[in-house]
């Protein structure tokens, strides 16, 4: 992901109309699936945990639900149009909101999360819940060519973008919820596993290739049930391609997982508990949003693959010292990150209502 905004932003134009760049546009392309599919599957560890705490309304539930908040606020805050609360007052222009409005792939998150608990707590049976998850995916998947080509203009300015990327939305629901939806399900027939992960994980590869192929082959074998079809924009196939991508590469960690003490696992594990942390701060330097310094500023899409590479680096090996003492001070003492945390937040607030 850091590799992916690195590039995209910095990438020198000339070099984005060449061979290289479009190969490596198809494999960073498949990071926000790959992300989304990790957070389902997370959905899926923790419900299969505290199912009973989920639909029983407990503790566990609401501070969930609390959590989903503040991920939404952290969302739409990093696309303010003015760090300064006085000067969004008087903002009254609508086309200078379109900005804030935009659904990136933590809003995608958020939205289909909360769905998926409320789709729980409804239900209230695991196994229903499973079962409609997976209509509810495939829904989303087929509908999504449809829903795609349809006009939303006369919606609210902050709900257009949920439903199109004719509104500046890179994360549409349709079809990037579905890999969320998919990820859930996948968590909760690997859970079911349990000592036999290892056939499992073969018969799940085996599937996720077979996937790849029939899409393919779907795609170049008439006839085509949607109008204005485009392979890669919201169509079946290319979801179901790189959803085999995923699941593939999800065997392949898996079976990297098993070797003993693996170099790279601790590394691996660090950036996943503390994604959100990594997720922002690197957004901040890349992009800067409303904030003065950035590597956008400070660059502009001027460098070579060399540079973009050397700055990647160092902003991965900076995001990992990060994540790495944060989350030494979250575990040495609990009460004193909480501390940190919300001193870190009044002060942003404070900022924001001063400015």
């Not at 503040?70 to 969004?88: C, T």
């Not at 919606?155 to 994360?171: D, E, G, M, T």
């Not at 994604?275 to 701060?281: D, F, G, I, P, W």
């Amino acid at each position: 992901m850091i590799e992916t905004h690195v590039v995209n932003a910095l990438l020198g134009a000339s070099l984005k109309d060449e061979t290289p760049f479009k190969v490596l546009t198809f494999v960073n392309g498949l990071v926000a699936p790959s992300f989304l599919f990790c957070a389902g599957f997370g959905l899926a560890i923790s419900l299969r945990r505290r199912w009973a705490q989920f639909v029983g309304f407990e503790k566990t539930l609401w501070r969930y639900l609390f959590r989903l908040a503040f991920i939404m606020v952290v969302a739409y805050s990093l696309h303010l149009p003015f760090f300064s609360l006085q000067r969004l007052r008087g903002l009254t222009d609508e086309s200078q909101w379109i900005p804030f409005f935009q659904v990136d792939i933590l809003q995608v998150i958020v939205v289909t999360l909360l769905f998926l608990i409320l789709l729980a707590c409804a239900v209230r049976k695991e196994n229903v819940f499973r079962a409609a998850a997976l209509l509810a995916a495939l829904a989303v998947v087929f509908l999504s060519p449809i829903v795609n080509g349809m006009d939303f203009s006369s919606l609210p300015i902050w709900l257009r973008p949920y439903l199109s990327a004719q509104y500046r939305s890179q994360f549409p629901i349709f079809p990037w919820s579905a890999f969320l939806i998919m990820g859930t399900v996948v968590g909760f027939h690997f859970m079911d596993a349990s000592a036999r992960q290892a056939i499992w994980m073969k018969r799940f590869a085996c599937a996720a290739a077979a996937g790849i192929g029939v899409s393919l082959l779907a795609e170049v074998v008439p006839p085509n049930l949607y109008p204005n079809h485009d392979f890669w924009r919201a169509s079946p196939e290319f979801f179901f391609v790189r959803l085999g991508i995923i699941g593939l590469s999800l065997a392949g960690l898996w079976y990297y997982d098993q070797r003993k003490r693996p170099p790279a696992s601790s590394l691996i594990t660090l950036f996943g508990q503390e994604s959100l942390l990594v997720y922002v701060l690197h957004l901040l330097v890349v992009y800067g949003y409303t904030y003065e310094w950035s590597f956008v500023r400070m660059f502009g899409p001027t460098l070579n693959y060399l540079e973009c590479l050397g700055l990647f680096a160092a902003l991965t090996i900076s995001m990992y010292i990060v994540a790495y003492v944060w989350h030494r001070l979250k575990g040495w003492n609990m009460r004193a990150a909480q501390a940190v945390e919300v001193a870190a937040l009044g002060s942003i607030v404070a900022a924001f209502i001063l400015k």
